[in-house]
């Protein structure tokens, strides 16, 4: 790649675990990013992106923390003390502690530990599932850390068919967020509901906190962590006592209404008030507000999915929009899903065919768990963690690092900077960041497919995840020509290039000034129930989920309380410095975090606004800075999801409160929302 002082200005795609995947223009000077602005290329993303991707992504690529070599552990574990080395000495050290466990225990005893880094198809799920699918390690369950019950919920109601993309919210009459904090977390959404509400619709937030979106909202209920099934189920069966359902539609389009609407008949509105915490006024108002309104888009984040009852909560939420007719017409229908839309062809370019049969697989949230496990038949001896910072994401932060710290597992790692996780590898490999290679975009919250190529050459000795499980394979001679496959060759495997939607264009030589929309058949619009059907069984939106019976128990959505120890619930939604954790090393996310608490909760405890003080419970004790606001409600707490250890005195994160041995009522979830603490000053 030639190097100028000149500016360019070059296309990109941003490439974090967010619904927008932004189309991006980046400032180039001299072989270094120097700016990011947002680029008209995605037709949805338009032109603007989050502050956090301008303020920090400059740093993260360029800065202190950067990886630039190949390194190996000189010191204890998390010392921070490493030396370096090249990329053949790294290889051959990973072969070699790979090569013990498997010599000792076999290949179940090797273990990747990786997540949801960048989205791009490549870097997050290509050649490092072909080479740990080849060597025959464990297999990950991923999904239950985030985002696996909010689509198992979805998928429950209406199989893999793509939902309302974003967009269509627009032509909606009454637009209901719940449990999503739009202006941090789906930025791109604000812009259609001020679209919307210059037309007349109104906005109703459910949330447990008066966010920046619920501000501006026409009602706000500010509901009970965890308590959403109950309100959503308590709505149902009011409707159905209005006369508000809509039986045409359920006729045509809806199995399991009778069961379901029986189960939801069993909440009622003092349920409401007393495990909700929700006035009956304002329930009544959103009763009215669903009964007066033609056309209602509902869109239901990750938030609702982080308690023990959140599947139940997502399904029953969801519900309420087949109950009433919400589908089938532009402005009706769930924000959810709209990028399975888009022509993926994940075993194609994984390869899980490679996996040997009776390969264990493990819950990402029991990791720790495993880890520290002396009596399982096959223990974990060598493990590694790339896409992925798990110290400062998972449960239960003090056992993980526990079981990190053990002298007996190996440790490799890759990733772009030193996080708290990379502390603990006894060898790191540097990985190069997506601004730096090739890969293809599909979408999670919206509907466009977008190609991205580097804008500078790799820093240091950086290389793409590819490259660098293409040396690792090599390195233990898998010789196979799949392991040879270009970024190229492994693009046109992660999409159906055949799809008409691609005309003709290959997915590696999609423009890269070019957005492509996934629309339905005969390029129409997405709309469930009319261009597009329900992905079921049954071919409907299946209100009760025989397959969850079978697996769960939970045919039905339900409530469960989970019992309490203490007083305060913390809460640990998304941030506006950093996405999940990547950032959290950046300038912006330094010092101490932020905990936000009710006045009513800081009087009785003779806490002040500005106070240093620790959160604590029996899994640990965080240090955090106190800010009292009315925002939050009373038993409620409120910090960002993501900090990094050196924000607390302890050095542990608000991750160290969270427990891991509660989980959802599907999916076996980790259920961050369930962590009961108490507060003192420090």
């Known amino acids: 790649m030639n190097i100028s002082a000149k500016t360019q200005i070059l296309p990109s795609v941003c490439p974090l675990d967010c619904p927008d995947t932004c189309s991006l223009n980046v400032e180039v000077t001299g072989g270094k990013i120097s700016g990011i602005r947002g680029s008209e290329a995605n037709p949805f993303t338009a032109g603007v992106v989050c502050n956090k991707v301008m303020r920090s992504y400059p740093e993260f690529v360029h800065g202190e923390g950067r990886l630039t070599h190949p390194m190996k552990r000189m010191g204890p574990r998390d010392s921070g003390q490493f030396e370096r080395i090249s990329w053949a000495e790294a290889l051959d050290l990973i072969h070699a502690g790979f090569t013990r466990a498997i010599d000792a225990h076999g290949p179940q005893s090797v273990m990747p530990f990786n997540y949801a880094g960048p989205h791009g198809e490549l870097a997050a799920?290509?050649?490092?599932?072909?080479?740990?699918?080849?060597?025959?390690?464990?297999?990950?369950?991923?999904?239950?850390?985030c985002g696996a019950v909010r689509g198992r919920a979805y998928s429950s109601l209406f199989g893999a068919a793509?939902?309302?993309?974003?967009?269509?919210?627009?032509?909606?009459?009454?637009?209901?967020?719940?449990?999503?904090?739009?202006?941090?977390?789906?930025?791109?959404?604000?812009?259609?509901?001020?679209?919307?509400?210059?037309?007349?619709?109104?906005?109703?937030?459910?949330?447990?906190?008066?966010?920046?979106?619920?501000?501006?909202?026409?009602?706000?209920?500010?509901?009970?962590?965890?308590?959403?099934?109950?309100l959503a189920l308590a709505l149902a069966a009011e409707?159905?006592?209005?006369?508000?359902?809509?039986?045409?539609?359920?006729?045509?389009?809806?199995?399991g209404f009778e069961p379901y609407i029986s189960a939801a008949r069993q909440y009622s509105v003092s349920e409401v008030e007393s495990i909700c915490g929700v006035p009956a006024d304002q329930f009544h108002e959103l009763a009215d507000?669903?009964?007066?309104?033609?056309?209602?888009?509902?869109?239901?984040?990750?938030?609702?999915?982080?308690?023990?009852?959140?599947?139940?909560?997502?399904?029953?939420?969801?519900?309420?929009?087949?109950?009433?007719?919400?589908?089938?017409?532009?402005?009706?229908?769930?924000?959810?899903?709209?990028?399975?839309?888009?022509?993926?062809?994940?075993?194609?370019?994984?390869?899980?065919?490679?996996?040997?049969?009776?390969?264990?697989?493990?819950?990402?949230?029991?990791?720790?768990?495993?880890l520290l496990n002396k009596n399982m038949k096959i223990p974990v001896k060598a493990m590694m963690i790339y896409n992925h910072n798990p110290v400062a994401t998972h449960p239960d932060q003090a056992r993980l690092i526990q079981?990190?710290?053990?002298?007996?597992?190996?440790?490799?790692?890759?990733?772009?900077?030193?996080?708290?996780?990379?502390?603990?590898?006894?060898?790191?490999?540097?990985?190069?960041?997506?601004?730096?290679?090739?890969?293809?975009?599909?979408?999670?919250?919206?509907?466009?497919?977008?190609?991205?190529?580097?804008?500078?050459?790799?820093?240091?000795?950086?290389?793409?995840?590819?490259?660098?499980?293409?040396?690792?394979?090599?390195?233990?001679?898998?010789?196979?020509?799949?392991?040879?496959?270009?970024?190229?060759?492994?693009?046109?495997?992660?999409?159906?290039?055949?799809d008409v939607r691609f005309d003709g264009v290959r997915p590696s030589q999609i423009a890269l000034d070019q957005a492509i929309e996934m629309r339905a058949?005969?390029?129409?619009?997405?709309?469930?129930?009319?261009?597009?059907?329900?992905?079921?069984?049954?071919?409907?939106i299946e209100l009760f989920s025989q397959e969850l019976q079978e697996q769960?128990?939970?045919?039905?959505?339900?409530?469960?309380?989970?019992?309490?120890?203490?007083?305060?619930?913390?809460?640990?939604?998304?941030?506006?410095?950093?996405?999940?954790a990547t950032f959290g090393g950046c300038t912006g996310s330094l010092g101490a975090e932020v905990v936000e608490m009710h006045p009513e909760d800081a009087d009785s405890r003779g806490l002040a606004n500005g106070d240093k003080v620790v959160a604590w419970n029996a899994r640990g004790r965080v240090t955090f800075v106190l800010a009292v606001t009315d925002a939050t409600r009373p038993g409620v707490l409120y910090s960002p999801k993501g900090t990094w250890r050196q924000s607390s005195d302890t050095g542990l994160t608000a991750n160290a409160l969270i427990p891991s041995d509660i989980r959802t009522d599907i999916e076996d979830g980790a259920c961050y929302n369930e962590t009961f603490v108490e507060v003192e000053l420090q």
Not at 201 to 208: E, F, H, M, Q, T
Not at 292 to 312: K, L, M, P, Q, Y
Not at 333 to 344: I, M, S, T
Not at 521 to 540: A, F, H, R, Y
Request: charged share 20%; proline share 6%.
């Open 239 to 255: 409707l159905e006592r209005r006369g508000a359902l809509d039986h045409v539609f359920i006729q045509q389009w809806v199995e």
């Open 552 to 580: 769960y128990g939970y045919g039905l959505p339900r409530y469960e309380p989970v019992a309490r120890d203490l007083p305060l619930t913390l809460i640990t939604p998304s941030s506006s410095k950093r996405t999940n």
């Open 125 to 145: 799920a290509s050649m490092d599932r072909r080479f740990f699918h080849r060597l025959g390690a464990t297999q990950l369950n991923r999904g239950p850390l």
């Open 403 to 498: 079981g990190l710290m053990r002298d007996d597992l190996f440790i490799a790692g890759c990733d772009v900077v030193m996080t708290d996780s990379m502390r603990f590898a006894d060898v790191i490999l540097p990985a190069a960041s997506h601004f730096e290679i090739d890969d293809i975009y599909g979408a999670y919250g919206q509907n466009y497919v977008q190609r991205a190529a580097p804008v500078i050459p790799c820093v240091g000795e950086a290389l793409p995840n590819t490259e660098i499980f293409r040396r690792l394979a090599a390195r233990f001679g898998f010789d196979e020509p799949m392991f040879s496959d270009s970024d190229a060759d492994l693009m046109d495997q992660a999409m159906d290039g055949d």
């Open 162 to 230: 793509p939902g309302m993309p974003p967009q269509q919210a627009e032509h909606s009459d009454l637009i209901l967020i719940w449990g999503n904090n739009v202006s941090v977390s789906n930025l791109h959404l604000m812009r259609v509901i001020k679209r919307a509400r210059s037309k007349g619709a109104l906005l109703v937030v459910i949330d447990p906190k008066r966010t920046k979106v619920a501000e501006q909202s026409d009602l706000f209920i500010q509901i009970r962590p965890g308590t959403d099934v109950v």
């Open 521 to 540: 058949p005969g390029g129409e619009d997405l709309i469930l129930c009319k261009t597009v059907k329900p992905g079921t069984k049954s071919g409907c």
């Open 289 to 370: 507000l669903y009964v007066s309104r033609d056309n209602v888009a509902a869109s239901f984040g990750n938030g609702i999915e982080r308690g023990h009852s959140g599947g139940s909560g997502l399904r029953a939420a969801m519900a309420l929009q087949a109950l009433t007719g919400n589908h089938g017409r532009l402005g009706a229908g769930v924000l959810a899903k709209p990028g399975l839309a888009a022509p993926k062809t994940q075993e194609r370019l994984q390869r899980s065919d490679l996996v040997p049969a009776g390969t264990r697989t493990f819950n990402i949230v029991d990791v720790a768990a495993k």
